[in-house]
C-alpha cells in the first residue's frame, strides 16, 4: 500500500474539491480509504489523490456520486483505466 503524505486539506486543494466533500464521499462511498496518522489526521497517498479526480472528474459530467464511486473501485489496482480504443484519424488525404 502506498504511503499516505497529503492532509486533508491539501488532498481537497489538488483535487479541486472541499474537504467536507472528502469526508462525505469517504463515510458514504468507501472513495478514498486513506491511512490515518497516530493523531487520525487523515493521509492522502498519490493514489487516493488519483482515485479523488477521477472520482471528481466523473461527478462533475453528471453521474451520480454512488456510480462514480463504483467506477473508481472498478479501476482500483490499474494502472491506467480501460478506454475506448482509439479510432485512426482522417486527415483528408
Given at each position: 500500500?502506498?504511503?499516505?503524505?497529503?492532509?486533508?486539506?491539501?488532498?481537497?486543494?489538488?483535487?479541486?474539491?472541499?474537504?467536507?466533500?472528502?469526508?462525505?464521499?469517504?463515510?458514504?462511498?468507501?472513495?478514498?480509504?486513506?491511512?490515518?496518522?497516530?493523531?487520525?489526521?487523515?493521509?492522502?497517498?498519490?493514489?487516493?489523490?488519483?482515485?479523488?479526480?477521477?472520482?471528481?472528474?466523473?461527478v462533475s459530467q453528471g453521474m451520480p456520486p454512488s456510480e462514480a464511486a463504483r467506477r473508481?473501485?472498478?479501476?482500483?489496482?490499474?494502472?491506467?483505466?480501460?478506454?475506448?480504443?482509439?479510432?485512426?484519424?482522417?486527415?483528408?488525404?
Amino acid at each position: 500500500m502506498e504511503e499516505g503524505k497529503y492532509r486533508i486539506r491539501v488532498a481537497a486543494e489538488m483535487t479541486g474539491t472541499t474537504a467536507p466533500q472528502l469526508r462525505v464521499w469517504e463515510k458514504r462511498y468507501g472513495i478514498p480509504n486513506p491511512l490515518r496518522s497516530s493523531s487520525r489526521y487523515r493521509l492522502y497517498s498519490d493514489q487516493d489523490v488519483r482515485e479523488l479526480k477521477r472520482m471528481r472528474e466523473l461527478v462533475s459530467q453528471g453521474m451520480p456520486p454512488s456510480e462514480a464511486a463504483r467506477r473508481v473501485k472498478e479501476t482500483r489496482g490499474m494502472s491506467r483505466s480501460p478506454t475506448a480504443p482509439s479510432l485512426p484519424i482522417h486527415t483528408g488525404v
